[in-house]
Protein backbone atom coordinates (compact mmCIF):
# COMPACT_ATOMS: atom_id res chain seq x y z
CA UNK A 1 0.00 0.00 0.00
CA UNK A 2 2.75 2.44 1.14
CA UNK A 3 4.54 2.09 -2.34
CA UNK A 4 1.31 3.22 -4.46
CA UNK A 5 1.89 6.68 -2.51
CA UNK A 6 5.04 7.28 -3.69
CA UNK A 7 4.70 9.89 -5.86
CA UNK A 8 7.14 12.17 -7.72
CA UNK A 9 6.53 15.79 -7.21
CA UNK A 10 4.57 18.24 -10.02
CA UNK A 11 8.04 20.06 -11.22
CA UNK A 12 10.31 16.84 -11.33
CA UNK A 13 7.28 14.56 -13.06
CA UNK A 14 6.91 17.09 -15.66
CA UNK A 15 11.01 18.39 -15.61
CA UNK A 16 11.21 16.71 -19.42
CA UNK A 17 8.10 19.20 -20.39
CA UNK A 18 9.48 22.01 -18.85
CA UNK A 19 13.02 22.02 -20.84
CA UNK A 20 11.10 21.28 -24.03
CA UNK A 21 9.11 24.14 -23.52
CA UNK A 22 12.20 26.01 -22.40
CA UNK A 23 14.52 25.05 -25.49
CA UNK A 24 11.23 26.60 -27.52
CA UNK A 25 11.00 29.64 -25.90
CA UNK A 26 14.77 29.81 -26.10
CA UNK A 27 14.64 29.68 -29.83
CA UNK A 28 12.25 31.93 -30.11
CA UNK A 29 13.95 34.60 -28.30
CA UNK A 30 16.72 34.33 -29.99
CA UNK A 31 14.97 34.80 -33.05
CA UNK A 32 13.07 37.48 -32.16
CA UNK A 33 15.30 39.34 -29.92
CA UNK A 34 18.38 39.75 -31.77
CA UNK A 35 20.77 42.19 -30.77
CA UNK A 36 19.37 41.78 -26.83
CA UNK A 37 20.57 38.85 -26.80
CA UNK A 38 24.39 39.64 -27.90
CA UNK A 39 24.40 42.01 -25.31
CA UNK A 40 23.21 39.88 -22.78
CA UNK A 41 25.92 36.81 -23.65
CA UNK A 42 28.51 40.04 -23.78
CA UNK A 43 28.09 40.57 -19.74
CA UNK A 44 31.09 38.70 -19.19
CA UNK A 45 34.31 38.32 -16.77
CA UNK A 46 37.15 36.27 -17.07
CA UNK A 47 34.87 34.21 -19.91
CA UNK A 48 32.00 33.64 -17.37
CA UNK A 49 28.41 35.21 -18.11
CA UNK A 50 27.27 37.06 -15.25
CA UNK A 51 23.77 36.86 -15.10
CA UNK A 52 23.60 32.69 -16.29
CA UNK A 53 26.73 31.95 -13.11
CA UNK A 54 23.81 33.42 -11.23
CA UNK A 55 21.64 31.55 -12.24
CA UNK A 56 23.69 28.22 -12.20
CA UNK A 57 24.68 29.31 -8.87
CA UNK A 58 21.41 29.15 -7.54
CA UNK A 59 21.00 25.87 -8.95
CA UNK A 60 23.54 24.36 -7.39
CA UNK A 61 23.18 26.02 -3.87
CA UNK A 62 19.57 24.36 -3.04
CA UNK A 63 21.15 20.94 -3.51
CA UNK A 64 24.45 21.70 -1.09
CA UNK A 65 21.85 22.05 1.47
CA UNK A 66 20.82 18.56 1.87
CA UNK A 67 24.59 17.57 2.29
CA UNK A 68 25.43 15.95 5.61
CA UNK A 69 28.98 15.24 6.07
CA UNK A 70 28.35 13.64 9.35
CA UNK A 71 26.49 10.59 7.64
CA UNK A 72 29.94 9.65 6.46
CA UNK A 73 31.13 8.28 9.56
CA UNK A 74 28.35 5.23 8.71
CA UNK A 75 30.40 4.00 5.53
CA UNK A 76 32.66 2.09 7.83
CA UNK A 77 29.40 -0.21 9.13
CA UNK A 78 28.68 -0.97 5.52
CA UNK A 79 30.92 -0.49 3.00
CA UNK A 80 30.32 -2.92 0.43
CA UNK A 81 27.41 -0.52 -0.78
CA UNK A 82 29.63 2.72 -1.31
CA UNK A 83 32.71 1.52 -2.15
CA UNK A 84 30.81 0.00 -4.82
CA UNK A 85 29.22 3.32 -5.95
CA UNK A 86 32.34 5.26 -5.61
CA UNK A 87 33.67 2.19 -8.44
CA UNK A 88 31.27 2.71 -10.39
CA UNK A 89 30.87 6.65 -10.49
CA UNK A 90 34.50 7.27 -10.91
CA UNK A 91 36.67 4.55 -12.27
CA UNK A 92 33.62 3.07 -14.82
CA UNK A 93 30.95 5.38 -15.94
CA UNK A 94 33.49 8.74 -16.81
CA UNK A 95 35.08 6.05 -19.22
CA UNK A 96 32.04 4.85 -20.73
CA UNK A 97 31.07 7.71 -21.15
CA UNK A 98 33.54 8.93 -23.13
CA UNK A 99 33.65 5.69 -25.44
CA UNK A 100 29.80 5.77 -26.18
CA UNK A 101 30.58 9.78 -27.41
CA UNK A 102 33.41 9.23 -29.21
CA UNK A 103 32.31 6.21 -31.02
CA UNK A 104 29.10 7.99 -31.94
CA UNK A 105 30.20 11.60 -32.73
CA UNK A 106 33.60 10.82 -35.04
CA UNK A 107 31.93 7.33 -36.51
CA UNK A 108 28.62 6.69 -36.58
CA UNK A 109 27.73 10.15 -36.77
CA UNK A 110 30.48 11.48 -39.13
CA UNK A 111 28.32 12.14 -42.12
CA UNK A 112 26.41 14.86 -40.06
CA UNK A 113 28.63 16.22 -37.48
CA UNK A 114 31.81 18.17 -38.70
CA UNK A 115 34.97 16.39 -37.49
CA UNK A 116 36.14 19.83 -36.05
CA UNK A 117 33.16 20.01 -34.17
CA UNK A 118 32.48 16.04 -33.12
CA UNK A 119 35.20 16.77 -30.23
CA UNK A 120 33.06 19.44 -28.21
CA UNK A 121 30.17 17.70 -28.47
CA UNK A 122 32.44 14.79 -26.94
CA UNK A 123 33.53 17.30 -24.02
CA UNK A 124 29.98 17.95 -23.22
CA UNK A 125 29.41 14.05 -22.70
CA UNK A 126 32.37 13.77 -21.01
CA UNK A 127 30.95 16.47 -18.58
CA UNK A 128 28.34 14.37 -17.63
CA UNK A 129 29.88 11.20 -17.34
CA UNK A 130 32.21 12.66 -15.04
CA UNK A 131 29.41 14.43 -12.80
CA UNK A 132 27.36 11.96 -10.83
CA UNK A 133 24.33 13.02 -9.28
CA UNK A 134 23.82 15.01 -5.76
CA UNK A 135 20.27 15.76 -6.20
CA UNK A 136 17.46 13.95 -8.44
CA UNK A 137 18.78 10.76 -6.81
CA UNK A 138 17.02 11.57 -3.50
CA UNK A 139 13.88 11.25 -6.25
CA UNK A 140 14.67 7.98 -8.02
CA UNK A 141 15.79 6.76 -4.22
CA UNK A 142 12.67 7.34 -2.74
CA UNK A 143 10.49 6.34 -5.75
CA UNK A 144 12.22 2.69 -6.08
CA UNK A 145 12.19 2.50 -1.94
CA UNK A 146 15.51 3.16 -1.60
CA UNK A 147 17.49 3.17 1.92
CA UNK A 148 16.95 7.47 2.48
CA UNK A 149 20.15 7.29 4.83
CA UNK A 150 22.52 4.81 2.22
CA UNK A 151 21.70 7.54 -0.50
CA UNK A 152 22.46 10.20 2.15
CA UNK A 153 25.93 8.50 2.63
CA UNK A 154 26.40 7.88 -1.21
CA UNK A 155 25.61 11.40 -2.37
CA UNK A 156 27.56 13.17 0.60
CA UNK A 157 30.92 11.05 -0.37
CA UNK A 158 30.56 11.08 -3.89
CA UNK A 159 30.62 15.34 -3.22
CA UNK A 160 33.64 15.12 -1.48
CA UNK A 161 35.18 13.27 -4.50
CA UNK A 162 33.82 15.59 -7.20
CA UNK A 163 36.26 18.26 -5.21
CA UNK A 164 39.21 16.66 -6.24
CA UNK A 165 38.56 13.76 -8.49
CA UNK A 166 36.66 15.60 -11.49
CA UNK A 167 39.60 18.58 -12.52
CA UNK A 168 41.79 15.26 -13.25
CA UNK A 169 39.41 12.80 -14.90
CA UNK A 170 37.66 15.66 -17.23
CA UNK A 171 41.16 16.92 -17.75
CA UNK A 172 42.55 13.14 -18.49
CA UNK A 173 39.29 11.99 -20.58
CA UNK A 174 39.57 15.53 -22.88
CA UNK A 175 42.69 15.28 -23.71
CA UNK A 176 42.90 11.75 -24.87
CA UNK A 177 40.23 13.11 -27.12
CA UNK A 178 42.52 16.11 -27.81
CA UNK A 179 40.11 18.62 -26.71
CA UNK A 180 42.46 21.26 -25.63
CA UNK A 181 41.23 22.58 -22.50
CA UNK A 182 42.77 25.53 -20.18
CA UNK A 183 42.89 24.41 -16.61
CA UNK A 184 42.86 27.17 -14.99
CA UNK A 185 39.43 28.09 -16.21
CA UNK A 186 38.56 24.04 -14.69
CA UNK A 187 39.83 25.04 -11.59
CA UNK A 188 38.12 27.78 -11.19
CA UNK A 189 34.32 26.66 -12.41
CA UNK A 190 34.72 23.65 -9.63
CA UNK A 191 35.69 26.51 -6.99
CA UNK A 192 32.32 28.90 -8.39
CA UNK A 193 30.30 26.43 -8.90
CA UNK A 194 30.92 23.26 -6.10
CA UNK A 195 33.21 24.47 -3.78
CA UNK A 196 31.75 27.81 -2.42
CA UNK A 197 28.20 26.82 -2.88
CA UNK A 198 29.19 23.35 -0.75
CA UNK A 199 30.64 25.15 1.72
CA UNK A 200 27.90 27.82 1.92
CA UNK A 201 25.55 25.50 1.82
CA UNK A 202 27.07 23.84 4.96
CA UNK A 203 27.47 27.11 6.81
CA UNK A 204 23.58 27.95 6.34
CA UNK A 205 22.52 24.19 7.11
CA UNK A 206 24.01 23.76 10.54
CA UNK A 207 22.76 27.66 11.37
CA UNK A 208 19.12 26.83 10.72
CA UNK A 209 19.08 23.78 12.51
CA UNK A 210 20.16 25.31 15.24
CA UNK A 211 17.64 27.94 15.14
CA UNK A 212 14.75 26.35 13.28
CA UNK A 213 15.57 22.98 14.20
CA UNK A 214 15.65 19.04 11.70
CA UNK A 215 12.19 18.87 11.14
CA UNK A 216 11.40 22.63 10.09
CA UNK A 217 14.42 22.74 7.60
CA UNK A 218 13.61 19.37 6.15
CA UNK A 219 10.16 19.51 6.06
CA UNK A 220 9.34 23.28 5.12
CA UNK A 221 12.41 25.10 4.25
CA UNK A 222 13.90 22.71 1.45
CA UNK A 223 11.18 21.84 -0.21
CA UNK A 224 10.51 25.67 -0.22
CA UNK A 225 13.60 26.24 -1.87
CA UNK A 226 13.58 23.45 -4.01
CA UNK A 227 11.50 25.26 -6.88
CA UNK A 228 14.24 27.89 -6.52
CA UNK A 229 16.71 25.48 -8.12
CA UNK A 230 14.15 23.87 -11.25
CA UNK A 231 12.75 27.68 -12.07
CA UNK A 232 17.10 28.67 -12.19
CA UNK A 233 17.56 25.74 -14.57
CA UNK A 234 14.59 26.88 -16.94
CA UNK A 235 15.87 30.32 -17.25
CA UNK A 236 19.07 29.01 -17.72
CA UNK A 237 17.68 26.87 -20.62
CA UNK A 238 16.12 29.76 -22.17
CA UNK A 239 19.48 31.78 -22.10
CA UNK A 240 21.65 28.74 -23.34
CA UNK A 241 18.78 27.91 -26.27
CA UNK A 242 18.71 31.86 -26.86
CA UNK A 243 22.48 31.83 -27.91
CA UNK A 244 22.19 28.04 -29.30
CA UNK A 245 19.00 29.02 -32.01
CA UNK A 246 21.79 29.45 -35.08
CA UNK A 247 23.26 26.49 -34.42
CA UNK A 248 19.64 24.01 -34.21
CA UNK A 249 18.25 25.72 -36.62
CA UNK A 250 21.29 24.93 -38.76
CA UNK A 251 21.33 21.42 -37.76
CA UNK A 252 17.93 20.63 -36.56
CA UNK A 253 18.75 16.95 -35.70
CA UNK A 254 21.56 17.33 -33.85
CA UNK A 255 19.28 17.17 -30.29
CA UNK A 256 18.25 13.71 -31.28
CA UNK A 257 21.87 12.76 -32.06
CA UNK A 258 23.07 13.52 -28.71
CA UNK A 259 20.44 12.26 -26.97
CA UNK A 260 20.93 8.74 -28.25
CA UNK A 261 24.75 7.60 -26.97
CA UNK A 262 23.47 9.56 -23.50
CA UNK A 263 20.42 7.22 -23.02
CA UNK A 264 22.54 4.15 -23.73
CA UNK A 265 25.40 5.06 -21.65
CA UNK A 266 22.45 5.87 -18.71
CA UNK A 267 20.65 2.48 -19.26
CA UNK A 268 24.62 0.32 -19.65
CA UNK A 269 25.62 2.08 -16.22
CA UNK A 270 22.58 1.32 -14.79
CA UNK A 271 22.84 -2.11 -15.40
CA UNK A 272 26.37 -2.80 -14.66
CA UNK A 273 25.24 -0.90 -11.33
CA UNK A 274 22.37 -3.27 -10.89
CA UNK A 275 24.16 -6.43 -11.58
CA UNK A 276 27.29 -6.32 -10.42
CA UNK A 277 25.58 -5.41 -6.72
CA UNK A 278 23.39 -8.20 -6.75
CA UNK A 279 26.65 -10.18 -7.20
CA UNK A 280 27.96 -8.54 -4.30
CA UNK A 281 24.70 -9.62 -2.39
CA UNK A 282 24.05 -6.19 -1.80
CA UNK A 283 20.49 -5.39 -0.14
CA UNK A 284 17.98 -4.37 -2.64
CA UNK A 285 17.18 -0.91 -0.86
CA UNK A 286 21.18 -0.39 -1.24
CA UNK A 287 21.53 -1.71 -4.69
CA UNK A 288 18.89 0.52 -6.07
CA UNK A 289 19.81 3.62 -5.41
CA UNK A 290 23.48 2.70 -5.82
CA UNK A 291 22.62 1.77 -9.35
CA UNK A 292 20.07 4.94 -10.00
CA UNK A 293 23.32 7.51 -8.64
CA UNK A 294 25.18 5.84 -11.49
CA UNK A 295 22.89 6.32 -13.91
CA UNK A 296 22.31 9.67 -13.47
CA UNK A 297 24.53 13.06 -13.79
CA UNK A 298 25.24 15.99 -11.88
CA UNK A 299 24.24 17.97 -14.96
CA UNK A 300 24.18 21.79 -13.50
CA UNK A 301 27.92 21.11 -12.14
CA UNK A 302 28.15 19.75 -16.14
CA UNK A 303 26.20 22.79 -17.65
CA UNK A 304 28.13 25.20 -15.73
CA UNK A 305 31.63 23.88 -16.85
CA UNK A 306 30.46 23.78 -20.08
CA UNK A 307 29.37 27.22 -20.30
CA UNK A 308 33.01 28.35 -18.31
CA UNK A 309 35.50 26.02 -20.72
CA UNK A 310 33.39 26.47 -24.24
CA UNK A 311 31.21 29.05 -23.71
CA UNK A 312 27.23 29.80 -24.17
CA UNK A 313 26.89 28.74 -27.89
CA UNK A 314 29.33 25.81 -27.87
CA UNK A 315 28.13 22.43 -29.12
CA UNK A 316 29.59 21.12 -25.45
CA UNK A 317 26.87 23.21 -23.29
CA UNK A 318 24.18 22.40 -25.86
CA UNK A 319 25.21 18.30 -25.50
CA UNK A 320 24.79 19.06 -21.27
CA UNK A 321 21.12 20.34 -22.07
CA UNK A 322 20.16 17.47 -24.27
CA UNK A 323 21.46 15.39 -20.59
CA UNK A 324 18.74 17.44 -18.89
CA UNK A 325 16.21 16.56 -21.53
CA UNK A 326 16.41 13.33 -21.84
CA UNK A 327 17.23 12.26 -18.16
CA UNK A 328 13.86 12.35 -16.47
CA UNK A 329 11.83 9.94 -19.01
CA UNK A 330 15.01 7.55 -18.64
CA UNK A 331 15.40 7.48 -14.71
CA UNK A 332 11.59 7.11 -14.49
CA UNK A 333 11.98 3.70 -16.56
CA UNK A 334 14.48 2.44 -14.56
CA UNK A 335 12.57 3.37 -11.61
CA UNK A 336 10.10 1.07 -12.95
CA UNK A 337 12.48 -1.55 -13.80
CA UNK A 338 13.81 -1.16 -10.19
CA UNK A 339 10.14 -1.85 -8.57
CA UNK A 340 9.38 -4.64 -10.83
CA UNK A 341 12.31 -6.52 -9.92
CA UNK A 342 12.76 -6.32 -6.14
CA UNK A 343 14.43 -9.00 -4.34
Given amino acids: MEKSKRQISFFDKYLTVWVALSIIVGIGLGYFAGDGIVVISSLEIANVNIPVAI????MIYPMMLQVDFTSIKKVGKKPRGVVWTVVINWLVKPFSMAFFAWIFFTKIYAAWIDPALAGEYIAGAILLGAAPCTAMVFVWSYLSDGDPN?????????????????????????????????YDTLIASIFIFVVVPLVAGVITQRILLKSKGEEWFKEIFLPRLKPVSIIALLVTLVFLFAFQGQNITNNPLIILLAAVPLVIQTYFIFFVAWFGGKKLKLKYQVC????????????????????????LQSPAALVTVVGVLVEVPVMLSLVAFANRNKY
Wanted: glycine residues 6%; negative net charge; charged residues 5%.
Fill in 150 to 182: YTLVQVSVNDLIILVAFVPIVGLLLGITDVIIP
Fill in 288 to 311: APSAMIGASNFFELAVAVAIALFG
Fill in 55 to 58: LIWL
